[in-house]
């Protein structure tokens, strides 16, 4: 009776350790299946469930294979199986990834020497001057999306204004005001004469003025979204259209005039405190800036507005008949042959449309999404 129970035993520990030998041998093939980018659809995988995916591949595909594999259980067979499995594994991998080689492991010495030496096959960094292009690309060539006007869209532009509600309206619009009244008594607006000088000078000065709203805005929403891993709803586009712009319409007016040193002083001072306000008043309060924009916006309306009579009534007579620079007529897709009037028409039509932007977004919360699509 003991000789019969000891000899039971000897059997079950043979046939355990068979079975646990067949279980890791299928475990280590699940997961070649598994490397090459292939899932299972039940539990591990066999090799003969990788080798008759490979077989269904290329149209060669025998059910009876299953019964042969089966009969395959002494040691010699099993190791002559793994090794089978590995090469079906690497050969599925290249089909499956062609884009993918797997490199055998290097030190931090020997992939900075390989990728330094620049033979052929290998990643090397380009050269500056390998990437640099011989000549400039004309200003407004690479630009962002922003809308194109038609005609009937140019002359349709006319002076609006919303009327504030509210304490946080009032604060903008008031704030606007006294801004507006300030530098127009003293840039000689008010009761100076509208020359060609004067006129360059106010439209530059207010120009490198008018994009720092639209980048700040953009920037703290970027922040935001960043810090919060929220999304931003489409906001930060829209006023990086806004902001490059802005941009453009200077880099058109230095077309015409390039101001002295002066002036330059001038534009970084004011610059420098505009940034710094406009950022914390941003953090506090979007509505209010989106609302101070708006009005802004509303004021270079009337501004570009009077321009376009003078311009039309011939009280500046060297721009009655003057071609447009080349870069506003590529910028706006303006036809050939456009004056200095179609150009200001231009930036007025831009101004309106910031205008209706900055107006709409302060009248709605902040989660709100965007309606305004990129380039409209």
Known sequence: MA??????????????????????????????FVHVGLQPQHGFCTSFQLRASQSKATGSYNPTDRHADSEQT?????????ASEAEVAKEVSDQALPHFKIQKEMSSQEQGMKMSSGKKGEFRYPEPDELVPKEAPAIGVISLPHPI???????????A????????????YLSVQALRKSFDLTSGYTFGKKNEANWLRRIIFLETVAGVPGMMGAMVRHLKSLRSLK??????????????????????????????KLFRLGAVVTQGIFVNMFFLAYLASPKFCHRFVGYLEEEAVKTYTTLLDDIASGRIPQWTDRPA?????DYWKL????????????????????????????????????????GA
């Open 3 to 32: 000789a019969a129970v000891l000899i039971e035993s000897l059997v079950f520990r043979r046939l355990s350790s068979q079975a646990l030998q067949h279980f890791r041998s299928s475990f280590l093939g699940a997961q070649k």
């Open 74 to 82: 002494g040691p010699n067979s099993r190791r002559e199986e793994v």
């Open 149 to 159: 006007w038609s005609r009937e869209q140019l002359d349709s532009v006319v002076v």
């Open 161 to 172: 204004h919303k009327a504030p509600k509210g304490f946080v309206d009032w604060c903008a």
């Open 231 to 260: 999304r931003d709803n489409g906001w930060i586009h829209t006023l990086l259209e806004e902001a490059e712009n802005e941009r453009m319409h200077l880099m058109v007016a230095l077309q015409i005039k390039q101001p002295g």
């Open 325 to 329: 620079p080349k870069i506003a007529i």
């Open 335 to 374: 036809p050939e042959g456009a004056t200095f009037y179609d150009m200001f028409a231009a930036i007025r039509a831009d101004e309106a449309h910031h205008r209706l932007v900055n107006h709409t977004l302060s009248s709605m919360q902040s989660h709100h999404y965007n309606p305004f699509k990129p």
